[in-house]
């Protein structure tokens, strides 16, 4: 509890000084051509025992594909440990696609774009509990012990808005909003392998935010 609290202060300390700095134009130190690809990284699976990465290709200088891949794995598994105890032993695998269009050029300084995405995740833990029921006359406590793999995969189509901001030469943020159309495909678990308003799993229509960083090559 007390990492994770650490790990939110560091994290909200670094993203409010790149902001900042952000502000500054870099019209002076970025590339004139535009950039061929792009190396993400994607800090928020974090909090959740999760690591993602993405490679962006361009197709023209204004519109590229997208490859974000994530795996998670924990013994603790982060957020799910506050939602209920009883989780542990998390795997899960995500795997998404977008295609990118921008208003301006790969490698200028402020842009915006808009993509489709299609959203491949599959998530499963362990899940303990043990209940206790106390009868009387005579007196007895009976213990009941569940002992269960939950699992949950969903598949998600639909559309993510996003700017892009240059903060060092050949860095990028990226930040996004959008949202999409969650279909459950396997496994009997997606409500409960919720949490809160991130429901990657619940069949709906579910909202997306997105903070990223790139690098350009």
């Known amino acids: 509890m007390k990492n994770l609290r650490l790990f939110n202060s560091v994290f909200l300390g670094v993203f409010i000084s790149v902001s900042a700095f952000a502000q500054r134009e870099f019209s002076s130190v970025t590339r004139n051509n535009p950039y061929d ?16 990465m993405g490679y962006e290709k361009a197709t023209t200088h204004k519109e590229s594909f997208y490859l974000q891949v994530g795996y998670y794995t924990a013994k603790n598994p982060g957020l799910y440990k506050l939602k209920n105890d009883g989780y542990s032993d998390m795997n899960g695998l995500k795997l998404e696609c977008q295609y990118r269009f921008f208003r301006k050029t790969n490698n200028y ?109």
Not at 37 to 52: A, C, I, N, Q, S
Not at 142 to 149: A, D, G, M, Q, V
Request: proline share 5%; aromatic share 12%.
């Open 109 to 217: 300084i402020k842009n915006v774009w808009i993509g489709p995405f299609v959203n491949f995740k599959t998530l499963s833990m362990k899940y303990t509990e043990t209940t206790y029921t106390t009868t009387y006359n005579p007196y007895n406590v009976k213990t009941n012990t569940i002992n269960e793999n939950r699992m949950a995969t969903s598949l998600a189509f639909g559309y993510m808005m996003g700017l892009r901001k240059s903060v060092f030469e050949n860095i990028y943020l990226d930040l996004s909003l959008g949202g999409g159309v969650y279909i459950p495909v396997a496994g009997s678990n997606h409500e409960q392998l919720n949490i809160g308003l991130i429901s990657p799993y619940q069949r709906g229509v579910q909202l997306r935010m997105n903070l990223g960083f790139c690098i350009a090559l």
């Open 37 to 52: 690809k792009m190396v993400h990284f994607v800090p928020l699976p974090l909090l959740v025992g999760g690591f993602e």
